[in-house]
T-cell receptor, first 115, second 110 residues
Framework: DTGVSQNPRHKITKRGQNVTFRCDPISEHNRLYWYRQTLGQGPEFLTYFQNEAQLEKSRLLSDRFSAERPKGSFSTLEIQRTEQGDSAMYLC?????????????FGSGTRLTVV | TQLLEQSPQFLSIQEGENLTVYCNSSSVFSSLQWYRQEPGEGPVLLVTVVTGGEVKKLKRLTFQFGDARKDSSLHITAAQPGDTGLYLCAGASNDYKLSFGAGTTVTVRA
């Protein structure tokens, strides 16, 4: 098992451009989460999938953000018309069940810089 | 606004010293987790505590969950440079969402 994989690791984009990030969770994990972390803060919840169903979406996720998990395996997070305030580390995590004893397994994140 | 308040925000100590990090909230959590995060990486789970008053030990790290399940502490004995990192606490308020504190940056000087 190679853990949770996120691509790309770093992305620099100009304001107004669209970006897409990919997350490959641990294969047997049916739950997948996206979090955003800015400098000096802890991760903030963005959205949660159980298999292919998106069960919760934070109000932090404006209409410019969309996440999918089409076959219940990998997930993508797209940001349209990026703004400087979107600059952050985007973290993906997966789990077999609830936080419980085993918690989440996080990927290494995608660092987005909007210039 | 973070649901969980961590203190101190920064901690710098000499190798061999002890340290304690605190995590407080006005909310009750079904479980609380501690993660350690290194620069440019995702958080890595250290421990989960579930029962009020629970104490768990992981080598030189001791974790305690408050009796009311609203607060927790992490104590490191004889800190080593390898303990350097950002320590995050996270509370579970339902069966999928974690709310994280802002973290405590620990630096252990050799």
């Amino acid at each position: 098992d190679t853990g949770v994989s996120q691509n790309p690791r770093h992305k620099i984009t100009k304001r107004g451009q669209n970006v897409t990030f990919r997350c490959d969770p641990i294969s047997e994990h049916n739950r997948l989460y996206w979090y955003r972390q800015t400098l000096g803060q802890g991760p903030e919840f963005l959205t949660y999938f159980q298999n292919e169903a998106q069960l919760e979406k934070s109000r932090l996720l404006s209409d410019r953000f969309s996440a999918e998990r089409p076959k219940g395996s990998f997930s993508t997070l797209e940001i349209q018309r990026t703004e400087q305030g979107d600059s952050a580390m985007y973290l993906c995590a997966s789990s077999l069940d609830g936080p419980g004893d085993r918690g989440y397994t996080f990927g290494s994140g995608t660092r987005l810089t909007v210039v | 606004t973070q649901l969980l308040e961590q203190s101190p925000q920064f901690l710098s100590i000499q190798e061999g010293e002890n340290l304690t990090v605190y995590c407080n909230s006005s909310s009750v959590f079904s479980s609380l987790q501690w993660y350690r995060q290194e620069p440019g990486e995702g958080p890595v789970l250290l421990v989960t505590v579930v029962t009020g008053g629970e104490v768990k030990k992981l080598k030189r790290l001791t974790f305690q969950f408050g009796d009311a399940r609203k607060d927790s502490s992490l104590h490191i004995t004889a800190a080593q440079p390898g303990d350097t990192g950002l320590y995050l606490c996270a509370g579970a308020s339902n069966d999928y969402k974690l709310s994280f504190g802002a973290g405590t940056t620990v630096t252990v000087r050799a």
